[in-house]
């Protein structure tokens, strides 16, 4: 696993174990900050919170199908959490590299490979802000999945994001990016269907307060413990704008994995964006 990030700081043993968001948490809008709330508990608690078999029921065969007709071979998964993406893709035999800004999320990526069909993924540790410093080579496609790109709370980090997911793809390559619908949020119209991505069916997750720049989360386990994330409320054409700008010719989004949807409708969208 690389172990460099320009944004390195010496780490306070507490913040291993337990997410950290001070008296005023609902302040706490730092890209930064992801690395304080993906540690201990809910690294423990988050294929609890996904679900990977219903999550694969719900998804059924979408993003391999999206690669295979674009003859993608090798995929660069940028968000891989505790892996799932990046198991189903080996699973289907695309070559995958697996990164995260995430130490411990990626250890529980790494034994989950093997655990699942025995795959040990090339984890690699990274930022997003500084990707090509720390993965090499180049992918036939890049995916940021699981409502991720909303951990970065500034216009510049989402550009300087989104370029250096362009600076990894081959001159055709495909960056597929999620989000939540967080305009039916924002706008007072979600209907909280958690069928597609949080799947656990004993999981509360719940918006615990919502702003144009904060979207706090709440999630609640059947053992009584709980969770917060904080996370930037990307609306859906605002994002789809931002692969405009940096240089992505064609942008197809989709909800719920449907081409044809109505904006306040579906949880998720899907943003397939083609550099050629
Ligand atoms: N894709 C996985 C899934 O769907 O289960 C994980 C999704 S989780 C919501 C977001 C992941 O993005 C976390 O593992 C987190 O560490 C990572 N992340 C957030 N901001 C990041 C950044 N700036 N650079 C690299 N990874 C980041």
Redesign the pocket.
């Known amino acids: 696993m690389t172990n460099a990030n320009a944004t390195d700081r010496t780490i306070d043993p507490l913040a291993l174990r337990h997410q950290i968001f001070g008296d005023e948490p609902l302040r706490v809008r730092d890209?930064?900050h992801?690395?304080q709330?993906?540690v201990g508990g809910l690294v423990d608690k988050?294929d609890e919170?996904?679900d990977w078999d219903r999550?694969a029921e719900g998804e059924g065969r979408f993003f391999v199908d999206q690669l295979r007709t674009r003859g993608v071979r090798r995929v660069l998964?940028?968000?891989?959490?505790?892996?799932?993406?990046s198991v189903r893709l080996l699973d289907e035999g695309f070559e995958t590299v697996s990164?995260?800004?995430?130490p411990?999320?990626?250890a529980r990526a790494f034994r989950n490979g093997l655990e699942h069909g025995g795959h040990v993924l090339r984890t690699v540790?990274?930022?997003?802000?500084w990707?090509n410093r720390d993965v090499h080579g180049e992918f036939d496609a890049v995916?940021?999945?699981?409502?991720?790109?909303?951990?970065?709370f500034s216009e510049h980090?989402r550009r300087k994001?989104l370029a250096e997911f362009y600076a990894m793809l081959t001159h055709d390559g495909v960056l597929i990016i999620?989000q939540r619908n967080y305009d039916a949020v924002l706008d007072g119209t979600a209907g909280g269907n958690r069928t597609y991505?949080y799947c656990g069916a004993r999981v509360t997750a719940e918006p615990h307060h919502v702003d144009e720049g904060l979207a706090r989360y709440r999630y609640a386990f059947p053992d009584g413990s709980e969770y917060f994330?904080n996370?930037f409320p990307l609306r859906k054409d605002y994002l789809r704008g931002l692969l405009r700008d940096v240089g992505f010719q064609r942008v197809d989004t989709f909800g719920d994995f449907q081409a044809d949807y109505s904006d306040g409708e579906p949880d998720y969208f899907v943003h397939v964006a083609e550099k050629q």
């Open positions: 890209t930064d992801y690395t709330e993906y988050w919170l996904i999550r998964d940028v968000a891989t959490g505790t892996g799932f993406h990164a995260d800004g995430s411990q999320m990626l540790r990274a930022d997003w802000r990707l995916i940021c999945l699981g409502n991720s790109f909303t951990h970065l980090d994001a999620d991505y994330l996370m």
